[in-house]
């Protein structure tokens, strides 16, 4: 049974810095595609990084790029998120997804290329 937990949201003040983590158990993630997604309650997910298979690549959506760090840590067989520089807009619920093993993800920013899901850690960033 793959199994991804996330931890370490709460709450920061404006350019204040947080790392989530995102432990996976049934299933190894440094062989497969990951990604970090968020939801603001009654919006549509926001894909904000993902790394590729072995970690040969990442890729961030505009509005993270060069404030957020996707990473992983294979002996763990945990993915992080390093957020700094947070600003209100990040404020939102951060989940961890991962695609089923095997198969190939086009768009790793796309929440339709995930089939295991976290339950979420909440980020809030007050001005």
């Known amino acids: 049974q793959v199994l991804l937990v996330e931890s370490g949201g709460g709450s920061v003040q404006t350019g204040g810095s947080l790392r989530l983590s995102c432990h996976v158990s049934g299933y190894t993630a440094s062989t497969n595609y990951m990604a970090w997604f968020r939801q603001v309650s009654g919006k549509e997910y926001e894909g904000v990084a993902g790394?590729?298979?072995?970690?040969?690549?990442?890729f961030y959506a505009d509005s993270v790029k060069g404030r957020f760090t996707v990473s992983e840590d294979n002996a763990e067989n945990t993915l992080y998120l390093q957020m700094n520089s947070l600003k209100p807009e990040d404020t939102a619920m951060y989940y961890c997804a991962a695609n089923r093993p095997g198969e190939l993800v086009y768009d790793i920013l796309d929440p339709s290329e995930f089939d295991y899901w976290g339950r979420g850690t909440q980020v809030t960033v007050s001005s």
């Open positions: 790394i590729g298979p072995r970690g040969d690549y990442t």
